[in-house]
Structures are given as structure tokens and as C-alpha cells.
């Protein structure tokens, strides 16, 4: 099969365990690029957090954001942009305040919570950007919809009850997911990678079964499904390798540069 593009996941994917780009993982993504194969970069992060990744690699493609809620080009105009309505996204944070769980919700630009307590402070290392803290009712704080919302809860037990219960109110009206086992990952109905991916696709006049998808969440779950190849990391979750079509190696072990060297090899 001649591949014509592959979309790449970011954390615990693409990136080690230290949130880096090892070289030799960089060397064929350019050279991927240069062979004409279109590579993506399909993240649940917010374009602030992921922009750098891109322009590392010196890529000049779309990227995908907060799963599939906003979808920017080289010049940062929006592609695709899918926000959840300003009075659900209230509902839902004052549902999570109630409970009294860590959410956080996500405007373009910027990310804001009540209290910069271990998960803010946690979250905001990984990315790289710190985020607001309102010291008010984050309801109260919110002026336009969100592209996104993230629950963080270390317990499992609470964590699970909570997106029991936001499966059952909100089901038919979010998107949610998870990149971690610690979130919960809230967007507007009907997003994901897998549909942000085929909207590129179609930009491009790429067929699904030209592309490879590679990523290690249930977030990614929909892309590798949509993909004509979806390889899951060997450090996936158990159901998330089950769904792929193949397992490559972990994120410290290079296991994107084994895809994308079959990628190059299919070219050759």
C-alpha cells in the first residue's frame, strides 16, 4: 500500500516519557515530509501546548487539537472548530464543582480552574503552560463555550462513578473520552480525532485506507479505527491495542520511528 499520510498522537505516543522528540524519531518524520507523505499531529492538548511539536519538527500541516475540537494550518487559521455551547458548558463544570472534582475548562488560548491545587500544578508541567486560577465558582468565571473540559481524579473509584454519571446525563450531548488513565476529556457531540482526520483526508483527496493512524489513548481509538492502518503503542491500554490493527513498541523505545519506517519502506 502506498501511504499517503500518517497521523501521530503526542503524549505517550510521539513523545517519551519526558515529553520529548527522541532524534531519530525526528530524522524520518522529515524525511517522511519530504517524500510527500502528509504528516499530522492529532492531540487532545490545547494548539498552545502543541504548536512547538510542529514547528520542531518543521512541519508546515495541519494541526488537530483538543481531540478534534479545533483544527488549525500553518498560518494558524481555523480549519475546523467545534465548541460546546456556552450554558452546557457551565452546566457541566458546576456538575463537576458539586461533586467536588478538579475540571478544567478550556477557551482558545488559555485554560482556567478554581484552584492550582497538585493537579493544576501537575497538568501545567506537562504542557507547559500554567493556566488561570479563578479562586472563584469556575461557572461563574465562564464568558464563552469551551473547546474542551478535562477532569482530573487521581481516585479511581470517584473518577469512574463521575464519568458514570456524565455518561448518563450527557451521553447523547458530549463527546468523552480520556488520554490518561487520571482524565476525563469533555468536547462538543460527535468530536474526535477520527472525524478531524477524515476532514483532512478529504482536504487532501486521501482515501482512509492511505493513511496510518498511530496513538496509545481511548481518545485515539476513533482514528486507528478510521485509518487504514491504526497501529496502537505497546504502552496502550489493553482494549485500545485490541481495536488496532497493529501494536508497535512503547513511547521510550521508538515505537512511532518503527511505523514510520515501514512507511518509508511501503514507499520505497
Not at 100 to 108: L, T, V
Not at 129 to 149: C, D, F, H, M, S
Not at 175 to 192: D, K, L, P, R
Not at 224 to 242: C, D, I
Request: net charge negative.
Amino acid at each position: 500500500m502506498d501511504y499517503k499520510m500518517i497521523a501521530i498522537d503526542l503524549d505517550n505516543t510521539l513523545l517519551t516519557s519526558e515529553k520529548k522528540i527522541d532524534n531519530y524519531t525526528a530524522d524520518l518524520i522529515m524525511k517522511a515530509d519530504k517524500a510527500g507523505k502528509k504528516v499530522i499531529l492529532a492531540t487532545g492538548r490545547m494548539y498552545e501546548a502543541a504548536v512547538p511539536f510542529l514547528e520542531e519538527l518543521g512541519l508546515d500541516t495541519p494541526l488537530i487539537t483538543y481531540n478534534g475540537a479545533l483544527v488549525k494550518d500553518k498560518n494558524r487559521e481555523v480549519i475546523q472548530e467545534n465548541l460546546i455551547p456556552n450554558e452546557l458548558t457551565k452546566e457541566v463544570v458546576e456538575f463537576a464543582e458539586d461533586y467536588g472534582i478538579h475540571i478544567q475548562y478550556f477557551s482558545e488560548g488559555n485554560y482556567y480552574y478554581r484552584w492550582r491545587n497538585k493537579y493544576a500544578r501537575e497538568y501545567g508541567e506537562i504542557i507547559g503552560i500554567a493556566g488561570v486560577e479563578t479562586r472563584v465558582k469556575l461557572q461563574n468565571y465562564i464568558e464563552n463555550p469551551a473547546l474542551k473540559l478535562l477532569v482530573i481524579e487521581d481516585e479511581e473509584k470517584r473518577r469512574e462513578y463521575f464519568k458514570s454519571e456524565l455518561n448518563k446525563y450527557y451521553k447523547q450531548r458530549l463527546s468523552i473520552s480520556s488520554s490518561m488513565a487520571t482524565y476525563i476529556e469533555i468536547t462538543a457531540s460527535n468530536v474526535n480525532k477520527g472525524r478531524a482526520l477524515a476532514g483532512l483526508a478529504d482536504k487532501y483527496n486521501i482515501l482512509p485506507e492511505e493513511i496510518i493512524a498511530v496513538g496509545d489513548g481511548y481518545n485515539d481509538l476513533p482514528m486507528l479505527e478510521m485509518a487504514g492502518l491504526g497501529v496502537a503503542m505497546e504502552n496502550a491500554p489493553e482494549e485500545v491495542r485490541a481495536n488496532a490493527d497493529r501494536i508497535t513498541q512503547s513511547n521510550d523505545e521508538q515505537g512511532v520511528a518503527k511505523v514510520l519506517e515501514y512507511l518509508l519502506s511501503c514507499n520505497d
